[in-house]
């Protein structure tokens, strides 16, 4: 137990030098740092609108993020929720330009269906490669990054294209407004419905089941789970399976939702902001839930910002990127460097 | 055939330099993702010294100043501090590319992108037509690129620091017993990963154009990642996978004014990233030859969760 709020104090520290190496950034840079305090504040709880857009960012990072979560609980580093949320995302946009005449629900239902497992998919290919030949995911997974988002940008800019936008941007056609499930806001019954059962679903699995338990196994040391009988590549292909899943269904919320179409390389950081979510969250369900919510704030910040100081989008992948590279830091084994030291000192 | 085979070289060489910079990463067993972050800070920093200095030279060595002292704190976050290198590492190219991005408004008051007068000499120039196009108004490091290359392998198979370094790589735990402090080794590996990278910036920015644009690098920093990976951590054979990634992207853009209408640009822009699958797959061989490698790089990158 001492260890979990070990982890959760150096984990809120090294966030907050994070903040504090950006924040130091954008003084030098002549902002005042008061003003992007409030803005973000404003732009992410008390202005109109704010906390709704809070919520609509939160949900890709949620999604995603618990994906993460699945993969890297079981030792599998999966950073390829970018990939498959863009095939996500195009699956359910074939099908819903495909069959435009249809029911509603019924295609709503299909797409989604065509999402996850198009995500599922995207990730179940480096899963296989991972577990039959021991293929590094991390390359592979970064690889099919990039595929995916070629072919975001194959669709988006040929076969799927609206041909009347005029935008420097390839943008594809908009699907009916009868397929979606939220307006522009992004947020709506429905959505909150979905997202807060997979919430409960993905803890009931990770937290209450013994697969969730056998899971943990792996990742803890896979030879010793393998050596207890458990099946560790079908353990493998299931949580790639599942991580892929969710950045396949977070693609369908966010077509049906908000977006109502696709836009070459949109939200180009989610992956990545995902990664960096589950990783805040100490890769627990409900910890992932507290940081997908404070860093869909500062999404929803960063587009607020400009209205009261000019701030840049950038400043926020900055900031994420700051999180990133110091989020791992292990105090713990920092200290145990450090430890053949103590006889000189003694000796002192 | 011949304008291909200059837009190869044009965009082969900042691969091939940031290809050599994950060379010495990995022989020193760092899975380097940082490559894209430092790329794009080079590529910067060069055009911001080189306008507020009015010397190109200056710039480079600016760049090349800013990008060590960049993979100094990366060494330090990843070695002393015990990050997760994969992580940090994408933190870092984040870093990268939000920073200059940040910074080209702060600096330069403007969003997207700046021209820049500042640029690389180009030695041979004037020729318009004939195979000797091929090398015309190619910058200087266009033309230094293959003796760096020469001089990556020289350091890395012939001199005492290569050797050294290999065995760090391959297994720290000996190396270490052989009174070869594997942290230093990094360190040292990593700052002429960050030189490497700057210059490899610098051609992209001051060489092969004359700007410096927002997220300029798209995703070059990866692909030279993956040259490494595809030249089997051998500076010859990073450089090779370079030239033909430069090549891939050099048909990419010629069917994109010429063959559009048969094979969509996005295809041929995907070829290095699935040819890595593969070659990481059917490398099966390679796999295990390198399991040593692995164990290697085993102590930075397992993770603790």
Redesign the interface.
């Known amino acids: 137990m001492t260890g979990g709020l070990q982890r959760l104090g150096s984990t809120i520290v090294l966030v907050g030098v994070s903040f504090l190496l950006t924040a130091l950034v954008l003084w030098i840079s002549g902002y005042g740092v008061g003003d992007v305090f409030s803005g973000t504040v404003q732009g992410a709880i008390t202005a109109t609108g704010a906390a709704t857009s809070t919520v609509r960012w939160a949900i890709p990072l949620l999604l995603i993020g618990l994906g993460v979560v699945i993969g890297f609980r079981a030792g599998f580093f999966n950073i390829g929720g970018q990939g498959q949320f863009y095939m996500g995302a195009c699956a359910a946009l074939v099908v819903s330009l495909g069959w435009r005449g249809g029911p509603a629900t019924l295609v709503i239902l299909g797409a989604t269906a065509a999402a996850v497992l198009a995500g599922s998919a995207w990730s179940l290919l480096p899963g296989y490669l991972r577990v039959r030949f021991a293929t590094d995911e991390v390359l592979t997974t970064l690889m099919m990054n990039f595929i995916g988002a070629l072919v975001l940008q194959y669709l988006t800019a040929g076969p799927m294209r609206n041909p009347s936008g005029t935008g420097q941007t390839a943008a594809s056609e908009r699907i009916p407004e009868a397929f979606r499930i939220t307006d522009s806001s992004g947020v709506s019954a429905t959505v909150l419905l979905l997202v807060g059962a997979v919430i409960v679903l993905v803890w009931l699995l990770l937290d209450r089941t013994r697969f969730g338990l056998t899971m943990t196994l792996v990742g803890r040391n896979p030879t010793m789970a393998r050596w207890q009988g458990i099946d560790v590549s079908r353990v493998g292909l299931v949580t790639f399976g599942l991580s892929g899943a969710l950045a396949g269904l977070a693609g369908a919320v966010e077509l049906h939702g908000p977006g109502a179409r696709l836009v070459t390389g949109f939200s180009p950081e989610v992956g990545f902001t995902a990664v960096v979510v589950a990783l805040v969250g100490l890769l627990s369900v409900w910890g992932t839930v507290v940081a997908a919510i404070f860093f869909g704030g500062l999404q929803s910040a960063i587009l607020f910002l400009p209205i009261v100081t000019d701030l840049p989008p950038p400043a926020l992948v900055l900031l994420h990127g700051m999180v990133a590279f110091l989020v791992t830091v292990k105090f713990r084994s920092a200290r145990r460097r450090r430890a053949p030291l103590a006889p000189e000192a003694l000796a002192d | 055939m011949e304008q291909i085979l200059a837009t190869t070289l044009r965009s082969a060489a900042p691969l091939v330099l940031v290809a050599t910079a994950g060379v010495f990463a990995f022989r020193a067993g760092i899975?380097h993702?940082g490559l894209e972050?430092l790329m794009i800070t080079g590529a910067f920093t060069t055009v911001a010294v080189g306008e507020a200095t009015g010397s190109v030279e200056l710039g480079i060595l600016a760049a090349i100043g800013v990008c060590m002292a960049l993979s100094a704190v990366?060494w330090w976050?990843i070695g002393?501090?015990?990050?997760?290198v994969?992580?940090?590492g994408?933190?870092?190219?984040?870093?990268?590319?939000?920073?200059?991005?940040?910074?080209l408004?702060?600096i330069f008051d403007v969003?997207g992108s700046i021209f820049t007068d500042v640029v690389l000499p180009r030695p041979v120039r004037g020729i318009t037509s004939g195979p000797g196009v091929i090398i015309a108004e190619q910058s200087i490091l266009v033309w230094l690129t293959p003796l760096i290359v020469l001089a990556a392998w020289v350091v890395l198979r012939r001199s005492r620091f290569g050797l050294r370094l290999a065995a760090v790589g391959e297994y720290p735990f000996a190396a270490r017993t052989a009174g070869v402090n594997p942290s230093i080794m990094r360190l040292q590996a990593l700052l002429i990963s960050g030189a490497l990278c700057a210059l490899g910036g610098a051609e992209l920015s001051v060489g092969a154009l004359h700007n410096f644009t927002?997220n300029m690098t798209n995703?070059r920093g990866?692909i030279a990642f993956?040259a490494v990976?595809f030249g089997v951590w051998h500076p010859i054979g990073a450089a090779l996978a370079g030239l033909f990634f430069g090549f891939a992207d050099a048909v990419g853009i010629q069917s994109q004014i010429n063959i559009t209408e048969r094979v969509?640009r996005?295809?041929v822009?995907?070829i290095p990233?699935?040819l890595?699958?593969f070659a990481?797959?059917l490398g099966?061989l390679w796999?295990r030859r390198s399991l040593e490698a692995e164990a290697g790089y085993a102590e930075l990158r397992e993770?603790?969760?």
């Open positions: 899975f993702l972050g990366y976050v002393p501090l015990g990050a997760n994969i992580i940090a994408l933190g870092l190219t984040s870093i990268g590319l939000g920073g200059t991005a940040f910074a408004g702060a969003r927002e995703g990866f993956v990976i969509p996005e295809f822009l995907m990233f699935v890595t699958i990481v797959w099966g796999r993770p603790d969760y």
